[in-house]
């Protein structure tokens, strides 16, 4: 299973970044996809997913800030961030779920918001 990050990189507060997160057909097709994020120091935390029907769930320190969506025809699931803050520096992992066996992960990008 091959999950392609990108998009990571260095903001201001305050400022906007999206990943991308790319992937085959049949993954795309049957997995939930979604967004962990991993500080210096921390564990691994969800940032937020989105079904296969366009559901959405979100961490509630990123509700309003961040927005999960997923283009079919491309196979692609991004994460819109806005109002970065520092705390928002991290490792950000692209997660693939799915039904009855383990989830996939990409390799992470890291996002680096200074103040």
């Known amino acids: 299973v091959q999950l392609q990050a990108s998009g990571g990189g260095a903001a201001q507060a305050g400022g906007s970044m999206r990943l991308s997160c790319a992937t085959s057909?049949?993954?795309?097709?049957?997995?939930?996809m979604g967004w962990y994020r991993q500080a210096p120091g921390k564990e691994r935390e969800l940032v937020a997913t989105?079904?296969?029907?366009?559901?959405?769930n979100y961490a509630d320190s990123m509700k309003g800030r961040f927005t999960i969506s997923r283009d079919d025809a491309k196979n692609t699931v991004y994460l819109q961030m806005n109002m970065l803050k520092p705390e928002d520096t991290a490792v950000y992992y692209c997660?693939?779920?799915?039904?009855?066996?383990?989830?996939?992960w990409g390799k992470g990008t890291q996002v680096t918001v200074s103040s």
């Open positions: 997660i693939a779920i799915f039904v009855g066996d383990h989830p996939a």
């Open positions: 057909k049949n993954i795309f097709s049957r997995a939930r």
């Open positions: 989105i079904s296969t029907g366009g559901s959405t």
